[in-house]
């Protein structure tokens, strides 16, 4: 068992320095191309006078901005354990997820402002120029090859902030489909199709950072794991030998990492010394199998006669 640990211990290892690349390498595709979009669809916008391509800009110039909270969350995250956090630095993740919210908020609602204004004065709608559509098509297929390599790579390391910031990715798709619509509207003399184009994806902004931000706030205030994840741990602990049952089995996230809490049944006939092997081979198994940064037992000693063991 003890071969088990070390085995987790090197793949840990040998997995953050992955992880990190990986992370900062996807972080930094993702500044070089949003900082094309948010130039070119900026300049497009205000050339060819859609409201709707510049405040999609301004959504990948969001994108940046988020894309270097990410590049800071990674840098603090992998820092060892000190004396002020002796867990490690993982929530930092968890801050960096809940920033993502309140900017993709403020983003979202500073384009539904701009949005009505346009629509309350209908005739200070111009109609747009052509390049608009093609600059708002190009940014549509940028985005999407975008979002699917950020998410790949997220998935890869199993990074909950990559995540987010991948499908922060893809809401700049779906903006940059509605803004495409909008001009196409416009130019087919549908003038109010572009502010509400703005409008819809002021909307898909906004709901967006709600959702991210209370995610992170949830994680950042001790919610325990999944389900599943609790299953899977607590049939570790039961299958470990010795454990005769078990109670108060607790969780709380940290960054993409789960602390863990534990009553274990073990035979009170047996020394200390082997109760507290069967509880250390039970958290040796369990942060074997899962993502699980520490488990702390308690042993509570009960006869071999006592009921069958209980499930959290």
Do not use: C
């Amino acid at each position: 068992m003890n071969n088990l640990h070390d085995l987790h211990e090197l793949d840990n290892e040998d997995a953050k320095p992955e992880r990190e690349a990986a992370t900062k390498r996807s972080t930094w595709v993702s500044v070089a191309v949003n900082i094309g979009l948010t130039i070119s669809q900026v300049a497009a916008g205000l050339i060819s006078g859609s409201q709707g391509l510049i405040a999609d800009g301004v959504h990948s110039l969001s994108d940046l901005v988020a894309d270097f909270v990410v590049l800071l969350a990674v840098h603090h995250s992998q820092k060892a354990p000190d004396d002020d956090h002796h867990y490690g630095h993982q929530r930092y993740e968890n801050a960096a997820s809940l920033v993502l919210g309140a900017l993709l908020l403020a983003v979202g609602l500073g384009m539904i402002g701009s949005a009505v204004h346009k629509l309350e004065a209908p005739e200070s709608i111009p109609k747009v120029h052509i390049v608009a559509l093609w600059v708002a098509l190009g940014a549509l297929v940028v985005k999407e090859v975008l979002f699917r390599y950020m998410l790949h790579v997220a998935e890869k390391v199993r990074s909950s902030m990559l995540v987010a910031n991948a499908w922060h990715a893809r809401s700049d798709a779906a903006s940059s489909l509605v803004v495409a619509i909008g001009i196409g509207g416009n130019l087919m003399g549908f003038g109010l199709l572009d502010p509400i184009a703005a409008l819809i994806v002021g909307f898909m902004v906004a709901r967006m950072g709600w959702e991210f931000g209370w995610d992170a706030l949830h994680d950042l205030t001790d919610r325990a794991a999944t389900e599943e994840q609790v299953a899977g741990i607590a049939a570790d602990i039961l299958a470990t030998p010795g454990v005769l049952g078990m109670h108060e089995l607790k969780t709380r996230k940290t960054g993409d990492m789960i602390l863990a809490d534990v009553h274990l049944e073990i035979d009170g006939s047996l020394t200390v010394a082997q109760g507290h092997d069967i509880a250390r081979q039970a958290k040796l198994r369990v942060m074997a199998n899962h993502p699980v940064l520490y488990l702390m037992t308690h042993v509570d000693p009960v006869s071999r006669t006592a009921p069958e063991p209980i499930l959290p």
